[in-house]
């Protein structure tokens, strides 16, 4: 029998079967990473994508006969822990994804393997620390306790003390906390001046998930999202009650965890969805859980299934509103040259540049538009051990934005965009961007140009 070299049909990811148990199996989990490994071996198309790749690549070139058959099964988890669930190589690259016979869908065997490692506590506490994202960034986001923690990430000896302790690498950017999370100073509710109008698929209402990195770090992203909603005329909703969207726990491989994330935020989303709210969330990861991730893990869930459908990403959004001949583009400022990064969280929900070209509605505006993987991913860029393999990954993006001379740049992704600050500072090169290399959310961007 043929077996066909690709496949020129759409990929179709598969429900993730993460309640069995022959999905938590070692025997029956190492046979897949071990035809996994064999295809990937052959191909290598995914080598540029992050350090997955270079390492499976190096245990072949160095294993005694050139195969995947002469690597020692107890390294197979290398592998699987340098992967921060991109889920670029299934999205963009790989030839092998279902409806194609060879079935090959590498983030979620790589997501079966954390959840295996998880089960058998085979994970760092520092890990399980670090993405408990909910206690503890309420915990740091109190009065006095904020400044405390935005002063020792300054401080070099407190971060030398961190990389020993606790693994988290002295030099990397950690995010700054506030001391009032946005939920607790922001209204209930904003309503435009002009009354809402449907489209096919919008409502014209929009309840923002904020997310905890919106609530607890980046909340001027939140607010400049309300200003941009409501000069579009559309009603906005915050909801101020969400948990974790799960990103950080999936990562982990506590499934469970993730399950009782969703459990808790579906009543919300649900209540706002009968209210006549679409969903929003600023970042993209949170998106993807409720567009992509949820709906794979939990396939026969009906409640699921409507949050997707009124999730969206912020631009695509937009984009349909200005489709529809809804959005306001009477903008009073030209943002210049823009180098702007495209999240790959955003990228692999296959709605296509609607980013870009919301920019490049902007009169005086360039956009350069730069796909590739930051390295960042939520915890990746953080940890002593990986973070010199993040800035790897980041500076072929940190080059593009230095070659494309902006005047702004910025990413969907706040930690992306403060990730590839970083790297133009460390380099030496922020002098070069105006605004001392500061990022701007995309979204940021649209409200200064609006002039609101």
Not at 27 to 41: F, G, T
Not at 139 to 151: K, Q
Not at 367 to 395: F, P
Request: glycine fraction near 6%; include cysteine; proline fraction near 6%.
């Amino acid at each position: 029998m043929s077996v066909r070299e690709g496949s020129l049909e759409a990929p179709e990811r598969q429900p993730i079967d993460w309640r069995s148990d022959a999905f938590y199996d070692k025997e029956d989990l190492y046979q897949e990473l071990e035809r996994v490994y064999d295809i990937c071996h052959g191909c290598r198309r995914c080598v540029s994508l992050c350090d997955s790749f270079p390492t499976l690549f190096d245990l072949v070139d160095e294993s005694d006969t050139f195969e995947v058959d002469g690597v020692d099964k107890d390294d197979y988890m290398k592998v699987v822990d340098q992967c921060f669930l991109c889920d670029l190589c299934a999205e963009t690259k790989c030839p092998y994804l279902p409806p194609h016979e060879w079935a090959v869908d590498f983030p979620h065997l790589m997501l079966r393997a954390k959840a295996y490692k998880f089960k058998q506590q085979d994970t760092k506490w520092r890990d399980r620390l670090i993405t408990s994202t909910d206690p503890i960034f309420d915990a740091i986001s109190t009065p006095g306790v904020a400044t405390l923690a935005n002063a020792a990430a300054g401080s070099k000896a407190l971060r030398k003390a961190g990389d020993k302790l606790l693994g988290l690498h002295a030099d990397a950017p950690l995010p700054h906390f506030e001391t009032k999370a946005l939920s607790k100073r922001v209204a209930d509710t904003y309503k435009p001046e002009t009354t809402a109008t449907a489209t096919e698929r919008t409502t014209g209402k929009v309840a923002i998930y904020v997310t905890c990195y919106g609530d607890h770090n980046e909340p001027q992203v939140v607010e400049d999202m309300i200003a941009v909603l409501t000069h579009n005329g559309v009603e906005v909703k915050i909801l101020k009650d969400a948990k974790c969207c799960g990103m950080p726990k999936l990562e982990l491989g506590d499934l469970q965890k993730v399950a009782a994330l969703k459990d808790a935020n579906l009543p919300t989303f649900l209540a706002a969805i009968e209210e006549g709210y679409d969903i929003m969330a600023p970042i993209p990861s949170c998106v993807l859980m409720y567009k992509q991730e949820l709906p794979l893990m939990f396939p026969e869930d009906a409640d699921i299934e409507r949050v997707k459908q009124h999730f969206f990403d912020p631009f695509e959004y937009l984009s349909l509103r200005e489709k529809a001949g809804l959005a306001n583009t009477e903008f009073k400022r030209g943002l210049g040259k823009v180098a702007y990064h495209v999240a790959c969280h955003q990228r692999v929900q296959s709605f296509g540049m609607k980013t870009r070209e919301f920019l490049e509605l902007i009169p005086e505006t360039e956009v350069t538009a730069i796909e590739r993987c930051s390295g960042h991913d939520g915890t990746y860029a953080v940890k002593s051990e990986t973070y010199e393999k993040a800035m790897k990954i980041a500076r072929p993006v940190v080059r593009r934005v230095k070659e494309a001379e902006a005047d702004t740049f910025g990413s969907d992704c706040p930690m992306a965009g403060r990730l590839i600050a970083h790297g133009l500072k460390k380099e030496g090169l922020e002098g070069e961007i105006d605004g001392e290399a500061e990022p701007q959310h995309p979204i940021s961007m649209v409200r200064y140009a609006y002039g609101i």
